[in-house]
């Protein structure tokens, strides 16, 4: 079993930076694809970025080159580095992980990831 919580949401102007932290405990995280997700009040939840073991990455067409996904397996954590924030980019942000193997393909619906964080709250003020 692994527990992600999720830190570093907040209240930002647009133009903005915030980085948001996934800490995973119960399992090492350097097995797992790790993904970020968000959801805005009345839609559902989209994909984000994703991170896989060997550290290749994937983005969302709406937050690539403004956001960047990393992983620090030493401590279990992974990150997302948001700049250049909009107003479109309200929402809950979620941390989610997946038992993975080297060259698996990226994963990016919420039904293949096994394990979530609670969510934090990112709300980009125009």
């Known amino acids: 079993q692994v527990q992600l919580v999720e830190s570093g949401g907040g209240l930002v102007q647009a133009g903005g930076s915030l980085r948001l932290s996934c800490a995973a405990s119960?399992?090492?995280?350097?097995?797992?694809?790790m993904a970020w997700f968000r959801q805005a009040p009345g839609k559902e939840r989209e994909f984000v970025a994703t991170i896989r073991r060997s550290g290749a990455t994937y983005y969302a067409d709406s937050v690539k080159g403004r956001f960047t996904i990393s992983r620090d397996n030493a401590k279990n954590t992974v990150y997302l580095q948001m700049n250049s924030l909009k107003p479109e980019d309200t929402a809950v942000y979620y941390c989610?992980?997946?038992?993975?193997?080297?060259?698996?393909?990226?994963?990016?619906?919420?039904?293949?990831?096994?394990?979530w964080g609670q969510g934090t709250q990112v709300t980009v003020s125009s």
């Open positions: 989610a992980a997946r038992n993975s193997y080297y060259g698996a393909p990226y994963y990016l619906r919420t039904y293949e990831y096994d394990y």
């Open positions: 119960g399992r090492t995280l350097s097995n797992f694809a």
